[in-house]
């Protein structure tokens, strides 16, 4: 895998994770949640995990810094 494409994995997991968080945002507001968004989130999710593997697969794992910085 090229840098360009590495670089592009990262970018796509920034756009999930930040969709990630505004789905969540928006289930956190809502009283009663539509399994839609659950399923949403579901969704979202395994698309993180599919970059995640890409990115282990060309030796450039994702290392969640806010993680580490609470250790």
């Known amino acids: 895998m090229t840098v360009d494409e590495v670089e592009d994995l990262k970018r796509a997991r920034g756009a999930l994770a930040r969709q990630r968080n505004a789905i969540a945002k928006r289930l956190g507001g809502i009283d009663v949640a539509p399994i839609s968004m659950a399923e949403d989130l579901t969704r979202t999710l ?12 060309a030796g450039q794992p994702h290392v969640d810094i806010g993680a580490a910085h609470d250790l």
């Open 46 to 57: 395994l698309a993180i995990e599919a970059v995640d593997r890409a990115l282990v697969d």
